[in-house]
């Protein structure tokens, strides 16, 4: 599991390795590539054999009702937010072994905390735990 308390600590190091890039339509955050909205997405292990690079597009992800997928899926990747303010937690936290920042120039708000869907998201980074 990845916690909280990781993501958090992923997110305020992506921050500050990319705070003297040029900041894109005076965003308050400074990105690396030309996308508005940047987000963090944990990979399970159900993707362990899934094949992803800088630069692909990644899939939509599923919409999800009383805890079960479903077989419809979102107009974008669901993510969380770099702006999001998680409790900073060990116990809480969601499962895998990678990380995905991803990007991309539209989103929707997502259905939990901090949680927004990317539109054509875009991976800018991969990361393993």
């Known amino acids: 599991m990845i916690s909280y308390k990781k993501i958090n600590e992923i997110i305020k190091e992506y921050k500050n390795e990319n705070k003297n890039e040029k900041n894109y339509n005076n965003h308050p955050y400074p990105y690396p590539y030309p996308y508005p909205y940047i987000g963090v997405r944990v990979i399970g292990k159900e993707y362990d054999n899934y094949d992803s690079e800088i630069g692909d597009i990644v ?62 998201a875009v991976i800018i980074k991969i990361l393993y735990v």
């Open 59 to 120: 899939p939509c992800s599923y919409n999800w009702s009383d805890g079960e997928q479903t077989e419809e899926r979102l107009d974008g990747t669901s993510c969380i937010s770099i702006d999001a303010q998680l409790p900073n937690s060990d116990y809480k936290g969601y499962l895998g072994n990678r990380i995905w920042i991803i990007g991309g120039y539209e989103m929707d708000k997502g259905q939990d905390e901090g949680e927004m869907i990317i539109k054509d």
